[in-house]
């Protein structure tokens, strides 16, 4: 817990306060916020088509084998290589025709079947020929084919339960659905999926300078004031990891109402995010409220951009729980980061996300970066066609142009500098959002 | 145009017919299928809120200048150079106090003014000294500020238009909205965007052996059938690319229904997509109807999996215009590949969208595959803790759970066998379905 008072006092001596929290690394960070987020358990039945992104409550096991039986993976003529010399020499009779999902009995001894990608291998039958390789004379009595060279046994027939054992765990718990998933789960006849309930997640932007878009027109912006726009990225973000969100609006901006506003919050939500308001130095509600709601830790994370970040819960009324409540700066992209690097991995944590994480890549910068930050930092890149990296003009936290750019993060130690052709890691953006 | 009969009659000489298209590289596939696809123009506006995904109708000009002022970048006190001697010596008196959002005047000279990030310059202010450069000490009068190092003009001041000046081109037509872009559309002050209406995609799967999910027991699935895992898929991707899709059933089996089906969705749809009976020798009566309502081509790509492959059009009633339809193969593997590679650019070129493609990376093999394919093969492969790629152990093209397991494919040329150590070309499943 972080010695600010509730109602910051900046006018003492610089050296004695505001009290700055010493600098936190992200991997500590990350160890720490994880370790508040006990997994939520609670589960629903959805429907198959519905189930994208959201996450397995339980282990699926298959009911069947897949495929279900001997089938054909060509189209060409099902036969028994017992057969094979009469084959080779004046050809075998067709004595039967399967098209997929028809059923036939056994295969005449001495004769072939024309069968089709993914019919089922009559009994007796025990190789397929591709059509292409056969040889097919019509004659009186029916067609009569011929090969050009000998099959061998189990030749393009795709064995039962080759793809997929009976009994078979197909999908484990914990794993966030994509669209695969769902094909695989519909092919072992999942109609619906157990899936942990969405994640309850109320969003709050705060700053006496923040205007809504559409409130004022663009060239009626009043002088100091901003437009509003973390909570539009936020909550796309949030939905894009499954989560049902509300946009909190306090009315009035007094320490009661945000505090009323949190209170209820806390009591319908899981997780409450926060933009702005968690900078030692700033004035607002925010902090004094959860504090006297619960508990607030206020980290000074040792990453460009993204410095602020605070963590607390609040206590619900009448329930022996909590919600957890996460605050972001204010600056857009310092509240992109640190939505990337601390409250995805955080919101995984609690929905039981088995596996997350960013795969990075060793890539080439294209670009120099020759006065690196004393904290570790996220550069908005993009990659170029010459497969390096360029990095964008402007690293500017205070809007989000850079990252609308990128397509990606470098991840660069504290203090390194980067000259071009230099080995970078590299966080590709598709990973971080989606 | 294919020459193949809308009766397919397998029953004459193998040389002769069916007639089997030549191979088509996936480099020319693509190049033809998009020469099909005229951009869509229809636009509508939408709230912000609602744009993820979609794609921007118009360039999106700036209104203002961001920041629309200049504002403090950090905590701190506000000065004139001019004064340094004096706030080194015996320090400045504070005259003034600025949170953001709320707008000062003039900077009397020989003062400081206490300031906060976002806060607006005063006129005759040119530097901010961070709180921390600062020793302040509390007097009769009030605080008294005193520098520990000489400010530089300028410093810590982001300088108004700084990020976006008014007038600039912020995202462009054609751009598909990010959730960054959302947050940088927001602080320029736009409420709702022109964006392309969603696509309209009619789904079919096709094929004899086909269950629905949910219509039977896992366990009590007849013999030669399986369960139709494709359009859970292809739904999903659909759907993250903005689409509206409908599921087509159609309801007897016999070319008269099957054409009043399609002959139905092409009116209300810009494009079918059909599952299945692609292949050359596949009785179907999907090919035979479109041919009949439009026109058809047949392709049989030198990809693996995934080569039958058919693009085609189906003629409008009472309007000079056509749907586009797609068919792709039945094996989920090969339905799947061919989506990524070929059904997403087309849907991308239909809406405009001006930047599409995988980046693909060179990654390490961390396993051998000895006998290639002729065609170019997509093998599904995961990224290791070593940096490495492995390999799924079961290639087949019948069930998804390569797909399921893997993050990426390796784009493997024609005939070309791998070793473990060689360097091969990654295409990161991220990439694929976002």
């Known amino acids: 817990m972080n010695s600010t008072s509730p109602t910051p006092n900046d006018n003492k001596l610089a050296q004695q306060t505001p009290a700055r929290p010493p600098l936190k690394s992200l991997d500590d960070a990350l160890l720490e916020l994880l370790a508040n987020a006990s997994p939520l358990t609670s589960v629903e039945d959805v429907l198959l088509q519905l189930a994208d992104g959201r996450v397995l409550g339980n282990d699926v096991v298959a009911q069947l084998d897949v495929p279900g039986f001997d089938n054909s993976s060509v189209d060409g003529y099902a036969l028994n290589v017992a057969d094979t010399s009469t084959a080779l020499r004046e050809g075998l009779p067709q004595s039967a025709r399967i098209p997929a999902g028809h059923f036939s009995g056994n295969l005449a001894g001495g004769t072939v079947a024309r069968i089709f990608t993914g019919a089922p291998i009559p009994v007796n039958a025990n190789a397929v020929v591709m059509q292409e390789d056969c040889l097919v004379s019509p004659q009186p009595g029916g067609d009569v084919v011929r090969l050009t060279q000998a099959p061998t046994p189990g030749q393009n027939i795709r064995m039962r339960g080759e793809d997929i054992a009976n009994g078979q765990v197909v999908v484990r718990k914990g794993t966030r659905l994509t669209p695969a998933h769902l094909g695989l789960l519909a092919s072992i006849g999942q109609a619906h999926v157990s899936v942990l ?184 890149v993009k990659r170029n066609t010459l497969g390096g990296l360029d990095l964008y003009p402007n690293q500017s936290s205070g809007v989000l142009t850079s990252v609308s750019w990128a397509d990606g993060f470098v991840d660069n130690p504290p203090s390194q500098s980067i000259s071009r052709g230099d080995t970078v890691s590299f966080w590709p953006m598709s990973q971080c959002i989606a």
Chains 1, 2 share one sequence.
């Open 197 to 380: 309930k969405p994640l309850r997640v109320a969003l709050l932007s705060t700053g006496d300078e923040l205007v809504m878009p559409g409130a004022v027109a663009a060239d009626a912006l009043p002088p100091g004031a901003i437009f509003s726009s973390n909570g539009f990225f936020l909550s796309t973000l949030l939905t894009r990891l499954g989560a049902h969100v509300t946009e909190l609006a306090i009315v009035a901006d007094t320490l009661a109402d945000t505090q009323a506003a949190l209170q209820h919050a806390a009591n319908d939500h899981d997780l409450i995010v926060s933009t702005g308001g968690v900078s030692v130095g700033e004035e607002d509600h925010v902090k004094p409220a959860v504090q006297s709601l619960g508990s607030l830790d206020l980290w000074a994370l040792a990453i460009k951009p993204g410095k602020p970040f605070a963590y607390g819960r609040i206590n619900r009324l009448n329930a022996a729980s909590c919600a957890h409540f996460v605050g972001l700066p204010g600056n857009p992209v310092s509240s992109f980061v640190t939505f990337v690097v601390l409250v995805r991995p955080f919101i995984d944590r609690l929905l039981g996300v088995s596996h997350a994480g960013v795969h990075a890549l060793p890539m080439t910068a294209h670009f120099n970066w020759p006065k690196p930050d004393k904290r570790r930092e996220f550069l908005r």
